[in-house]
């Protein structure tokens, strides 16, 4: 499986950004995905997860702003991030079990 993320880009604190992740190649339906960000001087963080059955989760500070989901009758994947925060900034990567595609900057000015 070989990731391809897009949707990046600079947003204003309060707004929002739709992440998307297609991905090519077999197998991308049977495996978890997930969105990790990287935040300037810290290590990759789960922002949030989806299991083939729909099944999700996410980490506490995303959890009620950000929604993801998957389809995958089209290889894809999305992040829907609402209400932004500057401490949302990063580059985020989409994820199919343990395979990362490139990541996607997001930066949030305050």
């Known amino acids: 499986v070989q990731l391809q993320a897009s949707g990046g880009g600079l947003v204003q604190a309060g707004g929002s950004l739709r992440l998307s992740c297609a991905a090519s190649?077999?197998?991308?339906?049977?495996?978890?995905v997930g969105w990790y960000r990287r935040a300037p001087g810290k290590q990759h963080e789960p922002v949030a997860t989806i299991t083939r059955g729909g099944s999700t989760t996410y980490r506490d500070s995303v959890r009620g702003r950000f929604t993801i989901s998957r389809d995958n009758a089209r290889n894809t994947a999305s992040l829907q991030m609402n209400n932004l925060r500057p401490e949302d900034t990063g580059i985020y990567y989409c994820?199919?079990?343990?395979?990362w595609g490139q990541g996607t900057q997001v930066t949030v000015s305050s």
């Open positions: 994820t199919a079990g343990e395979k």
């Open positions: 190649g077999m197998g991308f339906g049977m495996r978890e």
